[in-house]
């Protein structure tokens, strides 16, 4: 069985899209369409991929659909492929309010569609391990879980496009870049229970936030910062640290930099061994730095395996790796931190 997909939006993300597919046994790219037509026609031209004129033409040519507009549009267009019965994955962030995202959750239960966000970073091998060690309980209790985000983008990046920046179609850089770091450390964390945050603009011409920070309480009691921007030059590579009672896990860009248990915490049993079985720390930072060379950190693999989750679920009618109602969480956050920053960044619970 060929799951064939259909493409809404032929922008930046689409080729990634289509690229990713063209590599999945069991999957298919039937269709593109965007509402700007020579859009969909230069994509046409480039991945040999026939365009439709209509969206409407494009669900009737696949079994699934990846939406790839503008993430104001998310939910609405991801409804309608569930209303024509198709499979859906949207592009992060789900939706940039909860109510549509929510609604869009609810539809494609009760259509009996399967649906994902996507959340590339989950699939990377430095990150799956992390998230095993957080919830095995090999870092001791959690103490602390941070992301830091510094990005640098310019005042053109904003411009090339008029949706950028804007409340309602795109978020800050909270919504459309640091989203995938809040995803990742709410998710090795076990969840959010509250927040307390700053947004601000501090060196664009938009709507929305290009700076904000956010102490974090974690359902299981941990602390945490979020740390996001898009105006620190020259940026950064992203960063995830996460520190529990018996050791500490860096993660740099999707690699791992630092992971470090005290072998004490090994010779007290805890692991069920003595010292010696706990390997010497730099030992063990090596092991796990050769296995981030496995390809899972670059660019376009981590879609792929995304993408090959998602269409392995449709054949073997499960559920995704990543379902819609997860991907409810890091958009819950990120509004929390609005609705903080915006009361003096006082405590918001997020529910
Ligand atoms: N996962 C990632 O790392 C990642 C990276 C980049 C972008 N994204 C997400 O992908 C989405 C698109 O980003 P982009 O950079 O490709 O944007 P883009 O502006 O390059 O492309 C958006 C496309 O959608 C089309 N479009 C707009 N309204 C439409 C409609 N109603 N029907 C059909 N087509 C429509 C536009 O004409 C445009 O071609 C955003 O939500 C963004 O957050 C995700």
């Known amino acids: 069985m060929n799951v064939r997909y259909g493409i809404v939006g032929c ?9 990713s597919l063209r590599k999945i046994e069991g999957a298919a790219v039937s269709g593109v369409y965007d509402v700007d037509r020579a859009k969909a026609c230069e994509s046409s031209d480039k991945h040999g991929v026939p365009w439709a004129p209509s969206i409407e033409d494009l669900f009737d040519r696949c079994d699934a659909v990846c939406v790839c507009v503008p993430s104001g549009m998310h939910a609405k267009l991801g409804t309608q492929a569930a ?3 198709k499979h859906v994955i949207v592009e992060k962030p789900i939706d940039v309010y909860l109510e549509p995202a929510r609604a869009l959750v609810d539809r494609c239960a009760k259509q009996g569609v399967k649906l994902t966000c996507i959340s590339q970073h989950r699939f990377s ?3 799956r391990r992390l998230h095993d060690a957080a919830g095995s309980g090999e ?3 959690l103490l602390q879980g941070d992301a830091y985000v510094k990005w640098y983008r310019t005042q053109a990046y904003y411009d090339s496009g008029d949706w950028r920046g804007t409340r309602g179609l795109d978020g800050g850089c909270l919504m459309n870049q640091t989203i995938h770091y809040i995803d990742m450390i709410q998710w090795i964390m076990g969840g959010v229970r509250a927040v307390q945050g700053q947004a601000r603009t501090l060196t664009h ?19 945490g910062i979020i740390q996001s921007s898009t105006s620190f030059y020259p940026g950064f590579t992203e960063r995830l640290e996460v520190h529990g009672e018996h050791g500490s896990v860096v993660i740099d860009g999707d690699r791992t930099k630092l992971w ?22 730099n030992i063990r ?27 392995q679920a449709i054949i073997d009618d499960r559920e995704p790796f990543l379902t819609g109602t997860m991907a409810l969480e890091p958009l819950k956050v990120i509004l929390a931190i609005y609705e903080s920053s915006a009361n003096g960044g006082r405590r918001v619970e997020v529910s």
């Open 139 to 141: 870092l001791g209790k």
């Open 260 to 281: 470090q248990i005290d072998p004490e915490a090994a010779g007290q049993g805890l692991y069920g061994g003595g010292v010696m079985q706990q390997p010497a720390p």
């Open 205 to 223: 011409d938009i709507e929305c936030e290009d700076s904000a920070a956010a102490i974090v309480e974690f359902r299981n009691g941990a602390s």
């Open 285 to 311: 930072l090596a092991a796990q730095a050769e296995s981030d060379d496995d390809g899972t950190s670059e660019w376009g693999e981590q879609h792929r395996l995304q993408l090959e989750d998602f269409t």
């Open 11 to 19: 922008g930046a993300i689409h080729n990634v899209h289509i690229e």
């Open 125 to 127: 091998s430095a990150i």
């Open 83 to 85: 209303n024509a019965g």
